[in-house]
């Protein structure tokens, strides 16, 4: 571990991060907003919004680029033959992120140790690959008492693409403040959070996640508990 740079700020990625990971069936969730936008025709409609939504991921994957959740609802309304309604397409987004909602909340140490983070005088950001509005992660992390404590907050949603595109790691340092070789990021998943970071220069933290693809990359260190990521930078700050 390089403990030679000096350490300006701590960076996050958030879903399984500073939240806990939960697996989600991805069409439940999807129903609710079927519900919403054809309440006869619901089945029909929820695999239509899923197939949108493995489409946009898909091509997340290939291109790394971004998509927003209005995208999904438009494309899965073509493809169905359901007319374009934004009133009604915000309703069904709403429901839909509703059901999301249990799966967001903050791990309960998450607010300690960016507290403690903050108390060394590093600043802190945030990095989310999600094609869901801004606003409703705002909201969440003011809810867990996170958004104040978070100094710069990026969505791919608001972007063009996603990690571990190095543009999205970009932003981030750049509203943030702070060199590449200056930053620690902090993720679950190795190819977005782990490789991308890397890759700029960043030195890297995974917090281990056995649930997500596996990627030959070498994190600077490895945590089980968000807590320890404190102690980590400690030791990357040490002379
Ligand atoms: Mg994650």
């Excluded at 994957?61 to 609802?73: H, P, W």
């Excluded at 915000?90 to 607010?111: C, F, G, I, K, N």
Aim: with cysteine; proline share 4%; glycine share 4%.
């Amino acid at each position: 571990m390089s403990s030679a740079r000096i350490v300006r700020a701590v960076l996050f990625d958030w879903g399984g991060t500073l939240t806990t990971f939960h697996s989600v069936d991805m069409l439940d969730a999807w129903r609710v907003a079927a519900s919403v936008l054809a309440p006869d025709d619901s089945d029909r409609v929820a695999a239509a919004l899923l197939d949108a939504e493995h489409e946009v991921w898909a091509r997340t994957t290939g291109s790394l680029r971004s998509a927003t959740t209005a995208e999904v609802l438009r494309t899965a309304s073509a493809a169905v033959g359901l007319p374009v309604d934004e009133v009604l397409h915000d309703r069904a987004v709403a429901s839909y992120l509703d059901h999301w909602a249990p799966t967001t909340v903050a791990r309960p140490e998450a607010r300690e140790v960016l507290h403690a983070l903050r108390a060394r005088g590093l600043r802190t950001g945030l990095l989310s690959n999600t094609h869901w509005p801004r606003t409703q992660h705002e909201s969440w992390l003011a809810r867990d008492g996170l958004l104040d404590l978070l100094d710069a907050r990026v969505y791919t949603s608001d972007l063009d693409v996603v990690k571990p595109h190095e543009d999205a790691f970009r932003a981030l340092l750049d509203a943030v403040g702070v060199e590449a070789s200056e930053a620690v990021f902090v993720g679950d998943r190795l190819w977005d959070d782990v490789y991308g970071a890397a890759r700029l220069g960043m030195r890297t933290v995974w917090i281990r996640n056995d649930e997500v693809p596996p990627y030959d990359v070498t994190p600077d260190a490895v945590v089980d508990d968000l807590a320890d990521v404190v102690e980590v930078v400690d030791a990357l700050c040490a002379p």
